[in-house]
């Protein structure tokens, strides 16, 4: 007979990975064997925004590589902290358009609820890293006011889960959360945006597996994939877990500089997407959040890419070049 202790009964190994998660700058560092020069600039910057990284998402960077795709993504550099105009703490205007704490109703249909403040890794160039989550989560209490808006609302046939990632939940809370949606005969789609089966893939389980295969709603999951180089054997079979419990899966990436600003790596990235079965959807020019300047790629350098991606792939592995603009009814087409 095994003995579990009670602990490894309650705590789901995803759950460990994410307390496990990498949030120490030194830590980063000696991991990857990174060049100690960069390392005070790191803690300095991340007091502005804590640094945080999964272990399987540090994995699959380069060691010693300070320019690794993957890690100029969470690694804090010292350009966070400089000021640079016409970047500012909510470039997209959310703070305007949520109608009760937690709940986001910008566009006709669909409305967005930012469920949690924790992420499975910090991106630099997160829109929400100004975000104050604190105050920006349905409470239990108040999450009966976000039903109530929902189903007084018919117009709004799709919920979708955000934040923060909401995958970072625990599967009781998600449940709950989502049983009062399906009470709602207008809601009709579920979309989890959501990075957590690529930083954390255990996070994908028998058991999430098997209630996302029964919802009544339809459920669209859109990831978040910025490089080739983040989709491991164990992202796959993530992947093909909700491939195989009919979860349709789509990707937005942003356009990143020194991460994915050349056709080549997009073109790469969109053909590892088809290949494990997921839409490319978005490709979003940077929002232009306060502590991101350094990831800037302009606009006519992202028409261009796509129109190489246009030469050399087919239609559907072409993501629509997007931005974001405070007041307008739908994300912009650039491209
Ligand atoms: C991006 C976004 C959506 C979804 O837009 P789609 O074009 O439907 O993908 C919905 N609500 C908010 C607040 C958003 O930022
Ligand atoms: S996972 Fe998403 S919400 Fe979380 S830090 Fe990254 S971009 Fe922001």
Same mark, same amino acid.
């Given at each position: 007979?095994?003995?579990?202790?009670?602990?490894? *009964?309650?705590?789901?190994?995803?759950?460990?990975?994410?307390?496990?998660?990498?949030? #120490? +700058?030194?830590?980063?560092? !000696?991991?990857?064997?990174?060049?100690?020069?960069? *390392?005070?600039?790191?803690?300095?910057?991340?007091?502005? %925004?804590?640094?945080?990284?999964?272990?399987?998402?540090?994995?699959?960077?380069?060691?010693?590589?300070?320019?690794?795709?993957?890690?100029?993504?969470?690694? +804090?550099? #010292?350009?966070?902290?400089?000021?640079?105009?016409?970047?500012?703490?909510? +470039?997209?205007? #959310?703070?305007? !358009?949520?109608?009760?704490?937690?709940?986001?109703?910008?566009?006709?249909?669909?409305?967005?609820?930012?469920?949690?403040?924790?992420?499975?890794?910090?991106?630099?160039?997160? %829109?929400?890293?100004?975000?104050?989550?604190?105050?920006?989560?349905?409470?239990?209490?108040?999450?009966?006011?976000?039903?109530?808006?929902?189903?007084?609302?018919?117009?709004?046939?799709?919920?979708?889960?955000?934040?923060?990632?909401?995958?970072? *939940?625990?599967?009781?809370?998600?449940? !709950?959360?989502?049983?009062?949606?399906?009470?709602?005969?207008?809601?009709? %789609?579920?979309?989890?945006?959501?990075?957590?089966?690529?930083?954390?893939?255990?996070?994908?389980?028998?058991?999430l597996l098997t209630w996302l295969r029964n919802l009544s709603l339809k459920v669209f999951m859109v990831l978040h994939i910025n490089h080739a180089q983040e989709i491991d054997a164990e992202v796959e079979h993530a992947i093909d877990q909700l491939k195989n419990n009919h979860i349709d899966l789509l990707n937005q990436s942003v356009l990143l500089r020194?991460?994915?600003?050349?056709? !080549?790596?997009?073109?790469?990235?969109?053909?590892?997407?088809?290949?494990?079965?997921?839409?490319?959807?978005?490709?979003?020019?940077?929002?232009?959040?306060?502590?991101?300047?350094?990831?800037?790629?302009?606009?006519?350098?992202?028409?261009?890419?796509?129109?190489?991606?246009?030469?050399?792939?087919?239609?559907?592995?072409? +993501?629509?070049?997007?931005?974001?603009?405070?007041?307008?009814?739908?994300?912009?087409?650039?491209?």
């Amino acid at each position: 007979m095994i003995h579990r202790n009670s602990q490894t *009964l309650q705590i789901p190994d995803w759950q460990n990975t994410l307390s496990q998660s990498i949030k #120490d +700058p030194e830590r980063l560092f !000696a991991a990857l064997e990174l060049p100690m020069e960069y *390392l005070p600039r790191a803690m300095q910057a991340q007091q502005l %925004f804590p640094l945080r990284a999964s272990l399987p998402f540090v994995s699959r960077m380069q060691k010693g590589d300070i320019n690794d795709p993957l890690l100029r993504q969470i690694l +804090p550099i #010292d350009h966070e902290t400089r000021h640079v105009v016409g970047f500012q703490p909510d +470039p997209v205007g #959310d703070q305007a !358009a949520e109608i009760l704490p937690g709940l986001i109703h910008k566009y006709h249909g669909r409305v967005l609820l930012t469920l949690t403040g924790a992420c499975g890794i910090h991106c630099r160039y997160c %829109f929400r890293r100004q975000f104050d989550y604190q105050h920006s989560n349905p409470t239990r209490q108040n999450w009966q006011q976000v039903l109530r808006y929902i189903a007084a609302e018919k117009s709004i046939h799709e919920v979708i889960l955000s934040g923060g990632d909401p995958l970072s *939940l625990s599967d009781s809370r998600l449940q !709950a959360l989502v049983a009062g949606l399906e009470q709602i005969p207008h809601i009709r %789609f579920l979309r989890i945006h959501t990075r957590l089966p690529i930083v954390v893939p255990e996070r994908i389980t028998p058991e999430l597996l098997t209630w996302l295969r029964n919802l009544s709603l339809k459920v669209f999951m859109v990831l978040h994939i910025n490089h080739a180089q983040e989709i491991d054997a164990e992202v796959e079979h993530a992947i093909d877990q909700l491939k195989n419990n009919h979860i349709d899966l789509l990707n937005q990436s942003v356009l990143l500089r020194k991460v994915n600003d050349n056709a !080549a790596s997009l073109i790469d990235l969109s053909l590892r997407l088809g290949e494990i079965g997921i839409i490319p959807y978005y490709l979003h020019l940077l929002d232009k959040v306060t502590g991101a300047s350094h990831f800037d790629v302009p606009q006519q350098q992202g028409i261009a890419i796509i129109e190489i991606m246009r030469r050399h792939l087919p239609g559907y592995l072409i +993501p629509r070049l997007v931005a974001e603009v405070t007041g307008e009814p739908y994300k912009r087409p650039i491209y």
